[in-house]
């Protein structure tokens, strides 16, 4: 099957996220209370390729011929993982 380019483009944004995800250090939130609730022991990789995954799931209905919306989404994913491969960026909920 060939894909077109921006379809390249969503998986190679995905892919990168997902790698970035697997560099962050394995930080554990000793079931820190967060918005009344207890989280549990998820490292911050689990949260980051989570948000990662979740970001793409929420707009996997976009119409693939709505080519400003996604390039518009691949521009604001592009800057979201610049954002969060930053080494201070320790987790994300």
Same mark, same amino acid.
């Given at each position: 099957?060939?894909?077109?380019?921006? +379809?390249?483009?969503?998986?190679?944004?995905?892919? +990168?996220?997902?790698?970035?995800?697997?560099?962050?250090?394995?930080?554990?939130?000793?079931?820190?209370?967060?918005?009344?609730?207890?989280?549990?022991?998820?490292?911050?990789?689990?949260?980051?390729?989570?948000?990662?995954?979740?970001?793409?799931?929420?707009? +996997?209905?976009?119409?693939?011929?709505?080519?400003?919306?996604?390039?518009?989404?691949?521009?604001?994913?592009?800057?979201?993982?610049?954002?969060?491969?930053?080494?201070?960026?320790?987790?994300?909920?």
């Amino acid at each position: 099957m060939r894909y077109s380019g921006l +379809q390249r483009e969503v998986m190679k944004l995905y892919r +990168q996220c997902l790698r970035a995800a697997g560099k962050k250090p394995e930080v554990r939130a000793n079931s820190v209370a967060f918005s009344h609730r207890l989280i549990g022991l998820k490292s911050s990789k689990t949260h980051f390729r989570d948000a990662a995954r979740r970001e793409f799931r929420k707009h +996997q209905k976009v119409d693939k011929k709505d080519f400003a919306a996604i390039e518009a989404l691949l521009r604001m994913g592009s800057r979201k993982l610049e954002l969060y491969s930053s080494p201070g960026v320790k987790d994300i909920h």
